[in-house]
């Protein structure tokens, strides 16, 4: 089984919400990611969690804060975003080899 | 760190024609290579990869690519494409393998467009 499920499929928030995303994975990763993707585009990389600890942050905006509770879950609060924040979220876990992707939260911000 | 070249940004084909995808890589000692798949609203599924042994890979429907270290080139091909086929394809590297957490370098991305 090679699939990651990630929540909620789309997501419209305001400006001063607080919202989060979930990710899941039951390969027995230990390396979990989250990923932005614009339309288009290729993804950019956020956030790489290693057996449950920050190991990469790529220089992401403090209103993207992760959380990784546990080796199976994933999470990204999100609060007071911006419109240019819209885009498709990513999750990915990984073995020694291959990324495999979640199918991604669309997230709108109004 | 790695970079990829996508050298076409679109390939419109018609269906049962043959196509190919380019990708080009930077230089390194040891290069793990990725060709992944994005269908329209879905996230990105792995469709073939090479890690090292026989340079010519392959996928289960029908894609394969060939690592030439040469050329430092990964190219997609397709004898025969279907409809089914449109979707964006990304190209990838890592020189990273054997860490836990390695990073991923995307090329631009191709999209095929198979009409009838």
């Known amino acids: 089984d090679t699939e990651v499920t990630q929540t909620p499929k789309h997501l419209v928030m305001g400006m001063t919400n607080k919202k989060s995303l979930k990710c899941e994975q039951h390969m027995g990763h230990r390396a979990m990611y989250w990923y932005k993707q614009k339309a288009k585009k290729p993804p950019e990389l956020m956030f790489v969690y290693s057996y449950e600890k920050l190991s990469i942050n790529e220089s992401v905006p403090s209103r993207f804060s992760p959380e990784c509770p546990n080796s199976s879950l994933l999470n990204l609060h999100l609060h007071a975003l911006q419109p240019e924040d819209s885009a498709l979220y990513l999750c990915?876990?990984?073995?020694?080899?291959?990324?495999?992707f979640g199918p991604g939260t669309r997230l709108l911000v109004l | 760190a790695q970079s990829v070249t996508q050298l076409d940004s679109q390939v419109p084909v018609f269906e049962e024609a043959p196509v190919e995808l380019r990708c080009n890589y930077s230089s390194s000692v040891s290069v793990y290579l990725f060709w992944y798949v994005q269908y329209p609203n879905q996230g990105l599924q792995l469709l073939l990869k090479?890690?090292?042994?026989?340079?010519l890979v392959e996928s289960i429907n029908g894609f394969e690519a060939e690592f030439n270290k040469s050329q430092t080139s990964f190219h997609l091909r397709k004898p025969s494409v279907h409809i089914s086929d449109t979707a964006e394809y990304f190209c990838?590297?890592?020189?990273?393998?054997?860490?836990?957490?390695?990073?991923?370098?995307f090329g631009a991305g191709t999209t095929v467009t198979v009409r009838a």
């Open positions: 990838a590297v890592s020189d990273q393998l054997g860490s836990n957490d390695y990073k991923l370098s």
């Open positions: 990915a876990s990984a073995g020694r080899e291959t990324q495999y």
């Open positions: 090479y890690l090292s042994g026989s340079t």
